[in-house]
């Protein structure tokens, strides 16, 4: 049987008391992907920052269990925190690129990352480094660890984001539209690199998206969010061909078209 690495059971979410998530269910296997769909303010973020132990100020899990890779996840120390994010469980914002430190090199960010989880060489973290920026269509590994993240164009930024998510091959990676703010062409290139290394790393992906054509095209399970609950699930197949809720319905109907077709059919 395939292992769960996450399990997330009855999942309720308040912010300053006032319910925003309602009985959140799902699990995920190594290796596949599940996204989160959902109209503005439905609770996508919060669902995924509270897996990420990083609720805003005033959230807090009230009810239920989240268990990655075997750990309680509401119940760790935030030394127990910081030891996992970043390795066994990565995040890749919207903005991940701006989410770099202007005023540090990315060859210097990249070695903090490594060694502040294991122990290596700086020469053996700028050859990984090199590698993984290979990885994401950054050919100039060598040069880019030189230069300041405001030397990089946006995309090129969000792509580094991504090479250090994926930097210590963790287990579990987690993305907030991670490519909404790039241009169409480089948001399906971001998408196919990101599946492609997940894939060969055997990692999980928990994605937010707006666009059920995007989710559709990379997903093994897609979650339908509304008001805070999750109105359908399942794979892609059974929330196109069978969706059960009236929302998804409106949802599949907005998917942009592409050369006449629906980009999901
Ligand atoms: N820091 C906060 N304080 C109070 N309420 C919040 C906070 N963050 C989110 N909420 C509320 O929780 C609900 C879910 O918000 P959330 O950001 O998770 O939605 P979302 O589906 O990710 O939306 P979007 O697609 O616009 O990012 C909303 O009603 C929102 O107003």
Request: aromatic share 4%; charged share 20%.
């Amino acid at each position: 049987m395939a292992e769960n690495i996450l399990t997330v059971e009855n999942l309720n979410i308040a912010y300053q008391g006032v319910p925003a998530v309602m009985d959140v269910n799902f699990t995920l296997e190594r290796g596949k992907v599940l996204t989160i769909v959902g109209e503005s303010g439905s609770g996508k973020t919060t669902v995924i920052r509270a897996l990420m132990g990083l609720l805003s100020v005033g959230g807090e899990v009230t009810d239920g269990t989240m268990i990655f890779n075997g750990h309680n996840l509401r119940t760790l120390s935030k030394s127990e925190w910081r030891a996992i994010r970043g390795k066994d469980m990565a995040m890749i914002f919207q903005d991940s690129g701006s989410a770099l430190d202007p005023i540090v090199r990315i060859g210097k960010q990249f070695r903090e990352l490594f060694t502040s989880h294991i122990e290596i060489t700086n020469d053996e973290c700028d050859r990984r480094a090199i590698e993984l920026l290979e990885s994401v269509s950054l050919p100039n590994g060598a040069d880019i660890l030189r230069r300041y993240p405001h030397e990089l164009s946006g995309g090129q930024r969000q792509r580094v984001g991504i090479a250090m998510a994926l930097a210590l091959d963790p287990a579990l990676l987690i993305g907030d539209e991670p490519t909404s703010a790039l241009d169409v062409t480089t948001q399906s290139q971001v998408v196919m690199q990101m599946l492609e290394l997940a894939k060969e790393h055997n990692s999980a992906i928990v994605m937010v998206t707006h666009n059920l054509g995007v989710a559709a095209y990379m997903s093994d399970y897609i979650i339908v969010m509304k008001k805070g609950r999750v109105v359908d699930a399942g794979t892609p197949k059974d929330i196109l061909e069978n969706p059960s809720n009236e929302y998804t319905k409106q949802l599949k109907e907005a998917v942009p078209t592409l050369g006449g077709g629906r980009y999901i059919d």
